[in-house]
Structures are given as structure tokens and as C-alpha cells.
């Protein structure tokens, strides 16, 4: 979570990148489906309430606010869904490969919820200060054993493989483009029916989700 003082500074960075990614990749931009990730199968309707959430597997603030939005939306049912788009924030080490492991796990078309709460739990082993002397493949044959306890030990060699797969290290990279199309610049950052709420960058708890859905449902 930036500082204050940095975050004009921040978006400025994130969205130079943007631009120069749209002129330098222009090839992979608009990509073939809408990116994301969406909870329990549910993509809503009109009628639903759309929260975007843009999370970092290894940022704690995204962690410590996945379980009161789950509460959330497990309390609103078929009134809410969910869309997930990740952002690996670039002063996290490994942010980028766990993002890309999320990716191939659902390529494989396996739920990726299950490996992003296995992340969150286990957060801290991917940490910059703990992963400071591990070379780049040891903290990826790391991270596909954790993908594996979360999806299956049938996946392993398709995980393992799927780092060598040019297609998940460029839907990670539109994945991160996107976000900072949108104004991106911390995590978890939030959107309700496209419109960012306030205090990016800090968790929101049950009840703060509740004070947000209400009115919304009861003006409906």
C-alpha cells in the first residue's frame, strides 16, 4: 500500500506503462474475452449489482479483504456477482508469477478461487524478504506445488508446463494492462457497477460492503 504522497506519482508510472504497452504490444490488445476472473460461475445480469474487485496475490490488504467481500456475496446471492482481475503490484517480487499461476490454473479450466485463498494463506512464504535469495525458479517450482495442493496433483505437469506457455505470461500482462486502463494503482482497489469506490489500497469489511450494497438494492 503506497504512501500518499506517492500515489499521484504511482498512477502517473502505471499509466506511462499502460500507454507504452498499448503501442509496443498493441498485438495482444483488445484481448479475445472480457479479462477476469468470475466468482462461482455467476457473470449476473442487468439486475445484478457488478463488484470488480483488482487484487494482488501477495499484497496482505488484498488478503485480509477477500473474506468479508466472500461474506458479502454469499449473503447477496444471485443479487451480486464478481469479477476478479488481478494487478501484481511491481514492488512485489513475485506478484507476476503467482498472477500467472492463476492464470494457467484456469486455462485448465479449474476454479481459480481455491489457488487464490491457497496464496492468501500462504501469503508470507512469497514475501520479498523471505524469497530475497531464492533464484526465479526455485520461487516458480514453489509456487506450482502450492498451485497443485489447491487444484489437484493430477495438474502438476500441466501447471509446471503452463510457465513455459507464452499464452499465460501474456493473458498476465493484459491483465495488468487492463487494471491500469482503469485507473489502477494499489490493491485491493474496488469497483461497484464501474464506479471505483473511494480508499483504494485498504480492506473493507462486512459491514462496510454492507452500507455500500443496501442502497442499492433497495433503490431497485
Known amino acids: 500500500m503506497p504512501r500518499p ?8 508510472f502505471f499509466r506511462l506503462i499502460s ?13 479475445a474475452r472480457y479479462d477476469g476472473f468470475i466468482y462461482q460461475d455467476r457473470p449476473g445480469d442487468t439486475d445484478s449489482i457488478l463488484i470488480e474487485a483488482f487484487y494482488d496475490p501477495v499484497c496482505p490488504d488484498s488478503r485480509d479483504s477477500w473474506p468479508p467481500l466472500k461474506q458479502a456475496l454469499h449473503y447477496y ?21 503467482a498472477s500467472r499461476a492463476l492464470h494457467i490454473a484456469n486455462l485448465l ?12 494463506e500462504h501469503q508470507e512464504r512469497f514475501y520479498n524478504a523471505e524469497t530475497h ?11 506450482v506445488k502450492l498451485a497443485t495442493e489447491a487444484v489437484g496433483n493430477s495438474y502438476y505437469s500441466a501447471i509446471e508446463s503452463g510457465f513455459d506457455d507464452r499464452k499465460t505470461d501474456l493473458k498476465t500482462r493484459v491483465s495488468f494492462k487492463y487494471s491500469t486502463s482503469r485507473g489502477v494503482f494499489d490493491t485491493p482497489t474496488f469497483y461497484v457497477n464501474g464506479f471505483a469506490l473511494p480508499e483504494a489500497g485498504s ?12 442502497p442499492l438494492i433497495k433503490a431497485k
Do not use: C, M
Not at 109 to 120: G, H, I, K, M, V
Not at 133 to 143: E, Q
Open 5 to 12: 504522497q506517492f500515489a499521484t506519482l504511482i498512477i502517473f
Open 19 to 31: 500507454l507504452s504497452s498499448w503501442t509496443l504490444h498493441a498485438q495482444t490488445l483488445p484481448p
Open 77 to 97: 446471492g444471485s443479487s451480486t456477482s464478481l469479477v476478479v482481475h488481478l494487478f501484481p503490484l511491481p514492488y512485489h517480487d513475485n506478484a507476476f508469477v
Open 109 to 120: 479450466n479449474t476454479s481459480t478461487f481455491p489457488l487464490l485463498e491457497q496464496f492468501y
Open 133 to 143: 535469495n531464492l533464484s526465479r525458479a526455485s520461487v516458480v517450482k514453489d509456487i
Open 203 to 214: 480492506a473493507i469489511d462486512y459491514n462496510g460492503w454492507r452500507s455500500i450494497i443496501d
